[in-house]
């Protein structure tokens, strides 16, 4: 894992998107019925599934735009 950016290591970006599918999970299967916990729950899929893509994206987008102003100033980090 990096010291500059956690979110570079894809177990964190997984882990993110996993903790907020269990929390969804958690409140629908404890707190609610009929088909308001089936949707939940399917967003609660949803999340894990693309919280870790949309993280990715924007740790490759700041990448790219440090390499942007490394070229453009002329100097890098």
Same mark, same amino acid.
């Given at each position: 894992?990096?010291?500059?950016?956690?979110?570079?290591?894809?177990?964190?970006?997984? &882990? *993110?998107?996993?903790?907020?599918?269990?929390?969804?999970?958690? *409140?629908? *299967?404890?707190?609610?019925?009929?088909?308001?916990?089936?949707?939940? &729950? #399917?967003?609660?899929?949803?999340?894990? *599934?693309?919280?870790?893509?949309? &993280? #990715?994206?924007?740790? $490759?987008?700041? $990448?790219? $735009?440090? $390499?942007?102003?490394?070229?453009?100033?002329?100097?890098?980090?």
């Amino acid at each position: 894992m990096t010291d500059d950016n956690p979110l570079a290591d894809a177990r964190v970006r997984r &882990l *993110i998107g996993l903790s907020g599918a269990f929390a969804l999970a958690a *409140i629908a *299967i404890f707190f609610l019925d009929g088909t308001i916990r089936w949707v939940v &729950l #399917g967003v609660a899929v949803l999340d894990a *599934i693309v919280t870790p893509y949309i &993280l #990715g994206l924007a740790v $490759e987008n700041a $990448e790219d $735009e440090s $390499e942007e102003a490394a070229d453009e100033y002329g100097f890098s980090t």
